[in-house]
């Protein structure tokens, strides 16, 4: 098993090798049977496809997408679809990867996936994101499927493209599939609390961090970088349980105000002009400057390699956690150790989104549906003992805490795999 050296420069632009590096170490940490180690540092598929699509000025146009499968070892796949120019291989192997270890690591019977187009969203039509997304399921029909692979939301996607997914998929097998994406309008089978989810998953880590390292609540500065699904309903949720959320921002831009931001009005504003930019309570900021504000709970929940060996010596938060994906690289975890940064990785911060998911899943095979106090409820008892157990492990293995998450994931899929054998 190869030694973990980390000098590549890949390891800050790569999001796989990034992904790489830290199974690495948790799997040299494991002792992990090299056998096994071949196998999970593996994808179980990897689909191309291409999506011709007549544009509205009447132009065809070809677009690439892919969906990775990389375990189905504890369950189906699960993992989001994500649309954006920036969408790579490399990019959808670590997301399924990471979809793998975050299901293993709250315990959920799913393994990993990711799927995604290169396109820009904000340069399509409704029609032409219709046809993109009809003609995308429509080449990954045959691997996707409630028992099989399940989508979610991501990047630039939403209700509606997962309502697009449904009917196209229920179009083909005749009859109406619910259960083959989550993330679905209410009335389309859709969980009441799954789009909060993953901020709220980050509200109730947040807690349990704020306890365990004797953080005074209504002091405790907040500072948000990404204002999208997860960003803007932890600053909600956060508000609301008496933090103050000092900075926010979204790709345009960030605002600022040390007093606190008040987060109900950010939210009117960014209704009525797209943006948080220009919200008159605030100074502006650059997304770089945001990140090294003096604060103690930092929230990256856009996208990855946000926080590298160039800025990673300039974080001033006590705690890191990490809503989106990967936004930490091997590097700057390395700084951030040093300088005692309390992190709660992606793969257990954010995970409230796919353990909502799995409860949709749920309820859609089972026809019945819950109450969103018992989502909460039920979403709140997975991340506090998910939490608890990483904390744990990472004392109990002097390994910091995203070496515990993975470590632990990496043991639970590693053991269904020795039950389950491998097939030939
Ligand atoms: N896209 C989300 C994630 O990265 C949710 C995935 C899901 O619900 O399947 O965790």
């Known amino acids: ?64 997408g892919y969906r990775v499968q990389h375990s189905i070892v504890r369950g189906p796949c699960k993992g989001g679809i994500r649309y954006s120019p920036d969408v790579t291989l490399d990019e959808m192997k670590a997301l399924a990867a990471w979809m793998t270890w975050k299901c293993a690591v709250v315990n959920i019977p799913f393994g990993g996936a990711k799927g995604g187009v290169i396109c820009d969203p904000s340069k399509l039509s ?32 939403n209700e509606q493209v997962m309502a697009w997914i449904m009917d196209t998929y229920s179009m083909h097998a005749r009859r109406t599939v619910s259960s083959v994406v989550t993330g679905k309008p209410l009335g389309l089978g859709g ?16 807690q349990e961090a ?4 004797d953080l005074k609540v209504p002091r405790t500065a907040v ?52 943006t948080v930019v220009g919200f008159p309570e605030a100074e502006p900021l650059t997304n770089s400057e945001l990140l090294e504000l003096p604060c103690e709970i930092l929230i990256p929940a856009a996208t990855e390699n ?39 990785p992606d793969i257990l911060a954010n995970a409230g989104g796919v ?31 998910s939490f608890r157990e990483v904390v744990t492990y990472a004392e109990r293995h002097r390994v910091n805490n995203r070496i515990a998450a993975y470590m632990l994931a990496i043991d639970r899929v590693a053991y269904h795999t020795k039950l389950r054998g491998i097939y030939a």
Request: charged share 25%.
């Open 1 to 64: 098993m190869p030694s973990v050296t980390i000098v590549d420069e890949t390891l800050e632009t790569n999001p796989n090798q990034a992904m790489m590096a830290r199974f690495d170490e948790a799997a040299e940490k494991l002792n992990l049977d090299p056998g096994l180690y071949k196998f999970l540092r593996t994808p179980n598929k990897e689909l191309t496809v291409y999506i011709p699509v007549v544009m509205d000025d009447g132009r065809l146009e070809v677009f690439k």
């Open 126 to 157: 409704l029609s032409e994101l219709e046809k993109i997304t009809r003609r995308y399921t429509a080449e990954i029909l045959d691997i996707i499927g409630p028992d099989r692979d399940i989508p979610a939301p991501d990047i630039n996607t």
């Open 191 to 206: 969980s009441r609390g799954r789009r909060e989810a993953t901020g709220r998953g980050l509200l109730f880590v947040i």
């Open 210 to 213: 704020a306890k365990h390292l």
């Open 223 to 274: 500072v948000i970088q990404g204002f999208g699904n997860v960003g803007s309903v932890a600053a909600e949720l956060l508000g609301q349980a008496g933090y103050r959320v000092v900075a926010v921002s979204d790709v345009q831009g960030g605002i600022h105000n040390a007093r606190g931001l008040d987060i109900p009005r950010v939210l009117q504003h960014v209704q009525k002009h797209k």
């Open 306 to 344: 946000q926080i590298t060996s160039k800025n990673a010596g300039r974080i001033q938060a006590r705690v890191l956690c990490e809503g989106a994906n990967g936004p930490t690289t091997p590097q700057a975890d390395q700084i951030l150790e040093q300088r005692g940064t309390f992190i709660i």
């Open 355 to 385: 353990t909502a998911s799995y409860f949709e899943w749920v309820q859609d095979r089972e026809g019945y549906f819950w109450k969103e106090e018992l989502v909460n409820e039920r979403l709140g008892e997975i991340m506090v003992s």
